[in-house]
Nanobody, 123 residues
Framework: QVQLVESGGGLVQPGGSLRLSCAAS????????MGWYRQAPGKQREMVAA?????????NYADSVKGRFTISRDNAKNTVYLQMDSLKPEDTAVYYC???????????????WGQGTQVTVSP
């Protein structure tokens, strides 16, 4: 079993900052990628930021958050962070952590999701 536990959501005023954390625990053998997605009411879930490991690795951001959000990882702790600055009301959504990982060396990659954390940006 793999658990992804998120924390750090809440209510913040426009222009403010929040930092989300997500820790993967349980049967984690190796992690290929970790990232953040969000889903606003009435909208589809969208990728916010994602980071792969292996080789040079890569980092991708949604155009709407470039320059304002920063994804980072602590590989020793199997944890991914999302620093969100200059928040806007349109950033309001449930934010989900995602990890693509193997539970053993023989298993194929699997995709796992956290339970989600609410971020509300409002005056």
């Amino acid at each position: 079993q793999v658990q992804l536990v998120e924390s750090g959501g809440g209510l913040v005023q426009p222009g403010g900052s929040l930092r989300l954390s997500c820790a993967a625990s349980g049967s984690v053998f190796s992690i290929n990628a970790m990232g953040w997605y969000r889903q606003a009411p009435g909208k589809q879930r969208e990728m916010v930021a994602a980071q792969t490991t292996g080789g040079a690795g890569s980092t991708n951001y949604a155009d709407s958050v470039k320059g304002r959000f920063t994804i980072s990882r602590d590989n020793a702790k199997n944890t991914v962070y999302l620093q969100m600055d200059s928040l806007k009301p349109e950033d309001t959504a449930v934010y989900y952590c995602n990890a693509v990982l193997r539970t053993t060396s023989l298993r194929p990659l699997g995709s796992y999701w956290g339970q989600g954390t609410q971020v509300t940006v409002s005056p």
